[in-house]
């Protein structure tokens, strides 16, 4: 299966015993979301654009950073905590996770379910498919498919009718709603409520606010694993959409933004240069930043507020001892969703 998308929309791959659709945005959305990152100020390529094979095996590196110390963070939470979470959850409960990566994170809710079944999304199909496959190995009795498409996009569920029927818990890892502005994380969230259901909870990981050494310390590790991560996004726009780019004329920039409570990840241009992508030229101006993705950051009572407007209430929340670190556990609220004062 191809990452930007040969255009298949219902397509599907199976290998393994593991089940992948392919709803992968088709090459011309690819371009046209480049082309509308480029014309911004500053330029912003889509934080998704990150992940193809290569991006997908970089960040799992970078997850094995002394400096990242989100995931073994998080993963401890849910390995504690799990029958707290899954508290409510009833039998046959679907666990649809956006976002699976390396899916490594999953395994303590399986475990902590009475016959679940398992969904997960993500827009990197290879990486999808290599490790649904040993997810599937590790629970041979729990049914599980793969959807590759973009979780910031996405109408409906493509489910075989015998789930349809399942209550729904959502699982949101790794800070990913970190990478939306509040006010796109508002809309995400509040269509998360349709998907899950009025029976559907929500478990989701959220970094909070820290020492600021600290946080750009986590997204530009000693290693340089996280400056070719961000490089290699220009790499995928030479190799898959053909961009004349030089990628050694760009430096990797982590910097915390207290103001907009953000870590803001940019390749910062060295010198002035041109990119050339299809019809297009941009002109990068000596020091000009392309941001490649933000991490927003959350205490838990400015992510209640928001989950509030995306009409979810919190109902448990799991931090670790430094409380740098939750997971929240939510229900649909009574109130209907308005990201109307959902602002930065
Ligand atoms: C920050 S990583 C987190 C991975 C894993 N959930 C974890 O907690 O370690 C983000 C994951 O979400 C996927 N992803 C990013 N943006 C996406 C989007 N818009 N739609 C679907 N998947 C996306 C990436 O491919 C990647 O696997």
């Known amino acids: 299966m191809v990452e930007m998308g040969a255009g298949a929309r219902t397509g599907s791959v199976a290998a393994g ?4 659709i392919d709803r992968h945005p088709p090459a011309p959305d690819v371009l046209a979301a480049v082309r509308e990152g480029l014309a911004r100020r500053p330029r912003q390529l889509p934080a998704w654009l990150l992940y193809d094979r290569r991006g997908s095996e970089l960040f799992a590196e970078i997850c094995r950073q002394p400096e990242y110390t989100l995931t073994a963070t998080e993963l401890e939470l849910l390995r504690r905590h799990a029958a707290a979470l899954c508290a409510g959850c009833s039998p046959g409960t679907l666990v649809v996770e956006f976002g699976a990566g390396s899916v490594e994170k ?6 902590a379910l009475a016959a679940p079944a398992y969904l997960a999304v993500d827009i990197s199909a290879s990486a999808l498919q290599e490790v649904g496959q040993r997810l599937q190995a590790a629970h041979p009795t729990v049914p599980m ?5 973009d979780y910031g996009d996405l109408p409906d569920l493509p489910l075989p009718a015998d789930w349809a029927t399942r209550p729904r818990l959502g699982f949101f890892p790794g800070s990913s709603l970190g990478n939306f502005d509040p006010a796109e994380a508002c809309r995400f969230l509040a269509a998360l409520r349709p998907l899950l259901g009025e029976r559907g909870q929500l478990l989701i990981g959220i970094d909070q606010p820290r020492d600021p050494t600290a946080l750009e310390a986590a997204y530009d590790d000693g290693a340089g694993v996280s400056a ?6 220009l790499q995928r726009l030479r190799l898959e959409l053909g961009a004349d780019v030089d990628p050694g004329g760009f430096r990797y920039r982590a910097t915390w933004e207290a103001d907009h409570s953000r870590v803001a990840m940019a390749l910062v241009s060295v010198g002035p240069q041109r990119l050339r992508l ?6 990068f101006a000596d020091g000009e930043p392309l941001i490649t993705e933000y991490s927003y950051k959350y205490t838990p009572a400015a992510f209640l507020a928001l989950a509030a407007q995306a009409g979810w209430s919190g ?3 799991r931090c670790d001892d430094a409380d740098g670190f939750s997971v929240h556990r939510l229900q649909p609220a009574a109130a209907a969703p308005d990201c109307s004062a959902s602002a930065v």
């Not at 015993?17 to 992948?20: E, P, R």
């Open 315 to 317: 109902v448990d929340r």
């Open 17 to 20: 015993g593991f089940t992948v």
């Open 228 to 233: 070719a991560f961000a490089l290699n996004l």
């Open 106 to 111: 999953v395994s303590p809710l399986l475990q």
């Open 278 to 283: 299809a019809d297009l030229e941009v002109v």
């Open 145 to 149: 498919l793969g959807l590759c498409a």
